[in-house]
Structure formats: structure tokens, C-alpha cells
């Protein structure tokens, strides 16, 4: 499979708990994309890399909230402790360069008890 | 996918039919759109999309419509499956600046096919 990966599918954490999330894009696009959708909305913009930059990050993005692509390839998107309101999926999108069609991964389902 | 359906419109249809889902988008500047379908515990996956210079633009079975001038999007479904079930998601993208790479969602059509 070539589409975006992400990982784990699913987490359930306890609050406070700090919580890492993977997503692995599409080979060769160099653009990656995080989104948040909760229950009956649809996906939030939370930030992009262009290579390894970090380019845009949305307000939603408090300081819990990081998300790094130190090689220009995988990324991470880690949330420290955890609260109930970032119960959530995870979405991951890739793009290739002077393309605008974002490509979204399955997600990673968040529960935070 | 995120299909609750306590406040998402709803479409409901027969095998065969043709379907049109509607999205009214907010942003004049925007200039590309573009299509999801979301399945249950899925991400989004791309239909069609079409650029600010065009008002049309067709696929395989489906075709997208722009009006600009009341920023109006419609995704049209020739001869609607039941695998066509699922939530619908239009989003929009502004030319430049801080909206590049920025998809903004529309709020989500259900969409129901029945055999």
C-alpha cells in the first residue's frame, strides 16, 4: 500500500498522559498536513511541513501540541498532557510539490479517558 | 469517518439515481476545491477537484460545479451506488499567504444509498 500510513490506528490514554502519534506520507511529497476532526464536524487544519519547515500552524495548536519532520519524511505529532477535549481523530495528508490535492491518511483515533 | 448524523444533512436515494451534494463555501478568495468522501473509521478520500478558473469539471460517474458568484459548490453522483454511501466533505483553499496548504471543511453531507 503507497497511501499515507498512520500510527497507532487507535489510542486510549489516560488525561495527563502525553501521547504520540506517526504518519508516514505518500513517497516523494514533500508536503504533510495535520488535521483534528471530532464526532460530526469536519476535519480542522492544525499545521503543515513543507520538507522539514513547519510552515503554518493553526491557533488550535496550543502548546501541548507539537509536531515535528526532522528528515522531511515521517512525521510525529505529539500532545502532552492529555485532556478529555482532545478526544479526537488525527488526520495526516501528504501532497507533492506543486500539487494542491492532499491525500489523507485512515487517522489515529484518540480517546482520552 | 465522523458520520454521527445528529447534525449533518442528510440525502437519501435509490440505487441508480443520480445524486447532487450541495456545499455553500465562505471565502471569496478561495481558488481550489475539492471533493471528499469519508467512510465510516476512515480518512477522506479524494473525489474531484477544480480550480476558481473553471465552473465545471467532470470525473468518472461524478462531476463538480463552481458558481462563484454566490460561492457554491455541488458534487454530482451519476447513477449512485450503495458503495457510494458515506459522508461528503467540500473544502476550500484561498490563493495565497497564510490560506495556502489550508484546506477549510464544509460541514458534511450524508449521504445514504439504498438498493
Known amino acids: 500500500d503507497t497511501g499515507v500510513s498512520q500510527d497507532p490506528r487507535h489510542k486510549i490514554t489516560k488525561r495527563g498522559q502525553n501521547v504520540t502519534f506517526r504518519c508516514d506520507p505518500i513517497?516523494?511529497?514533500?508536503?504533510l498536513y495535520w488535521y483534528r476532526q471530532t464526532l460530526g464536524q469536519g476535519p480542522e487544519f492544525l499545521t503543515y511541513?513543507?520538507?522539514?519547515?513547519?510552515?503554518?500552524k493553526s491557533r488550535l495548536l496550543s502548546d501541548r501540541f507539537s509536531a515535528e519532520r526532522p528528515k522531511g519524511s515521517f512525521s510525529t505529532l505529539e500532545i502532552q498532557r492529555t485532556e478529555q477535549g482532545d478526544s479526537a481523530m488525527y488526520l495526516c495528508?501528504?501532497?507533492?510539490?506543486?500539487?494542491?490535492?492532499?491525500?489523507f491518511g485512515p487517522g489515529t483515533r484518540l480517546t482520552v479517558l | 469517518g465522523e458520520n454521527v448524523g445528529l447534525h449533518l444533512p442528510t440525502l437519501s436515494v435509490q440505487e441508480g439515481d443520480n445524486s447532487i451534494i450541495n456545499c455553500a463555501y465562505s471565502?471569496?478568495?478561495?481558488?481550489?476545491f475539492i471533493w471528499y468522501k469519508q467512510e465510516s473509521g476512515k480518512g477522506p478520500q479524494f473525489i474531484i477537484d477544480?480550480?476558481?478558473?473553471?465552473d465545471k469539471r467532470q470525473g468518472q460517474r461524478v462531476t463538480v460545479l463552481l458558481n462563484k458568484t454566490v460561492k457554491h459548490l455541488s458534487l454530482q453522483i451519476a447513477a449512485t451506488q450503495p458503495g457510494d454511501s458515506a459522508v461528503y466533505f467540500c473544502?476550500?483553499?484561498?490563493?495565497?499567504?497564510?490560506?495556502?496548504?489550508?484546506?477549510?471543511f464544509g460541514q458534511g453531507t450524508i449521504l445514504t444509498v439504498h438498493p
Open positions: 495528508a501528504s501532497s507533492l510539490a506543486g500539487s494542491r490535492t492532499q491525500f
Open positions: 473544502a476550500e483553499e484561498g490563493a495565497g499567504g497564510t490560506s495556502y496548504g489550508k484546506l477549510t
Open positions: 513517497s516523494e511529497h514533500n508536503r
Open positions: 477544480i480550480r476558481s478558473n473553471m
Open positions: 511541513f513543507q520538507n522539514e519547515a513547519q510552515l503554518e
Open positions: 471565502n471569496s478568495a478561495s481558488d481550489y
